[in-house]
C-alpha cells in the first residue's frame, strides 16, 4: 500500500510517497494561500515522480502548523512526532532532532522507535527561524541560497548585537553572520544526545550548519539529506501505526 | 530599587531582578555564575550615589534566556547558584 | 527606496526661550540624549529650559550630538564653551565628545519626567525607537524600579515604521486613521513584527481596510505595552514620554486596556530623556561638579 505524507508547513508543502519503507515520491510547493488546493499539487507531483496514480494511494496523513487545513488527509501527526520518527528512520541512531523551519525552531529528544521523550519549541519569534536568514537575504542583496557559502568565505566572526530581525535588517548591511542561538537554546532545554541530525529548509544553510556546531561545541552533527522532507517522511511512517 | 535585566521577546519575558536596596555589595554571586553574567558596578540607575551593587553585565542583558539555560533544564532543577550565594535575596528570576 | 522611507519621517525642530538672558545666569547645565533613531539637545540655565532641540540620529553619534547641541543654541549667542556641565544619556551616551559624564536613559527619563508632569508621577513609560522602558520612580523622579526591552522591535517606535512602510501611510497619520474603522477588530496575534507584517498582507487580502490592519496593529502593540507595565505594576500617576506618545492610537488604547489616563504635559514628550540628562548635569553642578 502507498503511504503519503504530507508536511503543511507556513512556507512549503512538501509530500512522501512511501511503500514498504521505501520512498517513491516527493513534492514540494508553495503554500501560497489555499493550503488544500497546493496540498493537492505537492501531491501530483509526487504522483508523477512515482509514476503512479491518485488511486493507489492508500492513507494519507498530514504535519505540520496547516495539518489540519487538509480535508481529505486520513490523520493528522504533530510536528514533532513527525520530525522525530523521520530523522531516526533515516539515521536509526539519531536521538536529538533540531528542526529549524520558515516560522518555528524546534529540538526534539527521542529515542530508538522515534518516540518523541522531551521537546521546545520557538515559533513566536522571528530571530532563529528561516525568515530571519530569508530577511538577512533581502537585506544583502544576495539569493537565499548563496547566503550560507557567503557566509563561509568570511574570515572574521563579527557578534551581531541585534538578535530581532528586524533590528537586524537595520545592521546587517556590514555583518555577514548565521543566526544560531535559538536552535542552541532550544537544545540545551532538551539536553544533549550524542547523536544530533539538523532538519528543516534552514539547514539547507552550510553557515547556518557551521555556526551551529560551533556554538553547541559539537562535531557530530548530521544534516538531513533533503532536509525539509524529513517531516513529511515521518508522516507517511506514521500512518503505518 | 528593583533593577530588571532582561527582555522580553514573542516566546516569553526574561528578566533577572536586583534588589538594590538589599544588595549589600558583597559579590557573592559574582563568583559563583558558571557562565559570568553578573559583576559589581556603581549604581547607574541613581547617578547622585556611589553605592556599589550586582548587575547583569551589559553584553549578556539580550541573551540570558540562553545563557541562564543551563541552570535551568526542562526537568531536574536544582536552585539556582546566584541566588542561593545571595544572603540578603536580593536576585530573582522571572522565568 | 527614498519614497518608501518618507513615510515613516517627522519633523526636526528647537526652541530658545524668547526673553531669557543666559549671561545673567549662574549655573548651564546640558542635555544630550542619543537615541538609536533620534537625538535632543536641552540647555537650562538656573534650572530654567533655555532651549532644546530634536533631531534625527545620524549615522554617527559624536556628529549627532554636535549638530543636536548646535542647533538648539543657533541664534542664542550661546556656544559649547559656555556649558559649564553636560551630562550626556541614551543609546550614544558615551560618544557624545563635550560631555562631562554618561548617565543611564532609565534615570534620565524618570527625572525628566518628574520635571515635565509633576512629582506625583510614580510610572513612566517611554517608548523609543528601538526599545521601550517602564519605569516606576518616588517623588524625587528617583527610580525605584524598572525595565528595559531593547531585543525585539515589537512594542518599539520602530515596529510602528515597519508597519507604516508597509501600508504606505506616514507615521504621523497611523494613530488617528487607526480609530476610523466600523469597529474595533481583534488585534493582530503575532507578537514578531516579521511575522505581524505577513499576517497584515494576509488580513488585506481577506479584505480588511487598512484602517481595520491599523487598528489590530495598534491595540496589539498596546497589549504587548501594558503587559511590560504590568511586571513593574502601574500606580498613578502614568506618563509616557518617548515618539510614541504622539500616537493617540496607541495612547489611547493603553489608556483604555490599563484603566487609568496618561498626564499630558505642555512639553514635548521626545525631550524627556535629555532634560533629565540636564537635570542631573544641574544637580551636580549645585553639588560643585567640575
New interface residues.
Given amino acids: 500500500m502507498i503511504k503519503a505524507g504530507i508536511d503543511v508547513g507556513a512556507k512549503t508543502i512538501k509530500v512522501v510517497l512511501m511503500e514498504d519503507g521505501k520512498i517513491r515520491g516527493k513534492g514540494k510547493v508553495l503554500s501560497g494561500?489555499d493550503q488544500e488546493e497546493s496540498a493537492k499539487e505537492a501531491l501530483e507531483q509526487a504522483l508523477m515522480e512515482a509514476q503512479l496514480s491518485r488511486e493507489a494511494i492508500g492513507i494519507i496523513v498530514t504535519t505540520g502548523n496547516g495539518r489540519k487545513a487538509i480535508s481529505y488527509a486520513t490523520d493528522d501527526v504533530t510536528e514533532a512526532r513527525a520530525a522525530a520518527l523521520g530523522a531516526v528512520f533515516l539515521y536509526p541512531s539519531a536521538r536529538t532532532v533540531i528542526d529549524v523551519g520558515a516560522?518555528e525552531a524546534r529540538a526534539i529528544k527521542c529515542d530508538s522507535s522515534g518516540k518523541v521523550l522531551?521537546f521546545?519549541v520557538?515559533?513566536?519569534?522571528?530571530?532563529g527561524s528561516g525568515?530571519?536568514t530569508e530577511?538577512m537575504a533581502r537585506a544583502l542583496e544576495v539569493p537565499l541560497e548563496e547566503l550560507g557559502p557567503l557566509s563561509l568565505r568570511s574570515t572574521q566572526t563579527i557578534p551581531m548585537?541585534a538578535?530581532?530581525?528586524?533590528?537586524a535588517e537595520s545592521e546587517v548591511v556590514s555583518l555577514i553572520h548565521s543566526k544560531t542561538?535559538k536552535a542552541?537554546?532550544a537544545v540545551?532545554?532538551?539536553?544533549l544526545e550524542p547523536e544530533l541530525v539538523l532538519i528543516g529548509g534552514v539547514a539547507h544553510n552550510p553557515g547556518f550548519v557551521e555556526s551551529f556546531k560551533r556554538t553547541a561545541e559539537l562535531d557530530n552533527v548530521r544534516t538531513a539529506e533533503d532536509p525539509e522532507f524529513v517531516g513529511a517522511i515521518g508522516a507517511a511512517l506514521a500512518a503505518g501505526e | 530599587m528593583i533593577a530588571n535585566y532582561g527582555y522580553k521577546d514573542g516566546s516569553g519575558e526574561y528578566f533577572i531582578g536586583i534588589d538594590t536596596d538589599k544588595c549589600n555589595g558583597c559579590g557573592d554571586c559574582v563568583p559563583v555564575c558558571p557562565a559570568k553574567v553578573l559583576e559589581m558596578v556603581a549604581d547607574q540607575y541613581d547617578p547622585l550615589s556611589d553605592k556599589i551593587v550586582a548587575a547583569v553585565r551589559e553584553e549578556e542583558r539580550k541573551k540570558i534566556k540562553y545563557t541562564c539555560a543551563p541552570c535551568k533544564p526542562a526537568s531536574g532543577r536544582a536552585l539556582l547558584p546566584c541566588m542561593l550565594a545571595c544572603a540578603p535575596g536580593a536576585i530573582a528570576h522571572s522565568w | 527606496m527614498a519614497e518608501i522611507q518618507e513615510y515613516w519621517r517627522w519633523t526636526e525642530y528647537s526652541w530658545h526661550h524668547p526673553e531669557m538672558d543666559w549671561r545673567q545666569g549662574k549655573r548651564i547645565a546640558a542635555g544630550i540624549d542619543v537615541g538609536s533613531v533620534s537625538s535632543q539637545a536641552l540647555v537650562l540655565v538656573d534650572g530654567q529650559i533655555f532651549a532644546f532641540s530634536n533631531l534625527r540620529t545620524g549615522s554617527n553619534s559624536p556628529d549627532s550630538a554636535n549638530n543636536a547641541i548646535k542647533t538648539a543654541l543657533k541664534d542664542t549667542g550661546m556656544e559649547i564653551k559656555d556649558l559649564q556641565y553636560t551630562v550626556g544619556t541614551g543609546y550614544g551616551r558615551v560618544n557624545v565628545p563635550f560631555a562631562n559624564r554618561a548617565i543611564t536613559e532609565i534615570a534620565c527619563h524618570a527625572r525628566g519626567a518628574n520635571f515635565m508632569a509633576g512629582p506625583k508621577v510614580r510610572t513612566v513609560l517611554d517608548m523609543g525607537g528601538q526599545d521601550c522602558k517602564a519605569i516606576h520612580c518616588d517623588e524625587r523622579g528617583k527610580v525605584t524600579n524598572f525595565l528595559m526591552n531593547d531585543k525585539c522591535a515589537a512594542g518599539t517606535g520602530r515596529g510602528m515604521e515597519v508597519m507604516a512602510d508597509l501600508l504606505s501611510i506616514p507615521i504621523k497619520d497611523i494613530g488617528d486613521l487607526s480609530f476610523q474603522v466600523d469597529e474595533e477588530p481583534q488585534p493582530v496575534s503575532s507578537t514578531c513584527v516579521v511575522f505581524a507584517k505577513s499576517e497584515a498582507l494576509g488580513l488585506m487580502r481577506s479584505g480588511w481596510s487598512k484602517n481595520m490592519v491599523l487598528a489590530a496593529y495598534c491595540s496589539a502593540m498596546a497589549h504587548r505595552v501594558s503587559l511590560l507595565l504590568g511586571r513593574i505594576g502601574v500606580e498613578d500617576q502614568f506618563f509616557i514620554t518617548g515618539g510614541i506618545a504622539k500616537n493617540p492610537g496607541i495612547v489611547k488604547r493603553l489608556e483604555q486596556e490599563l484603566g487609568i489616563q496618561a498626564v499630558k504635559s505642555q512639553h514635548d514628550s521626545q525631550i524627556a530623556g535629555a532634560l533629565g540628562a540636564g537635570l542631573f548635569a544641574d544637580t551636580l553642578l549645585q553639588k560643585g561638579a567640575q
Avoid: L, P, W
Fill in positions: 494561500f516560522e522531551d521546545a520557538n515559533e513566536k519569534c522571528a530571530a525568515a530571519f530577511a548585537n538578535q530581532c530581525t528586524v533590528f542561538q542552541d537554546i540545551r532545554r532538551v539536553g
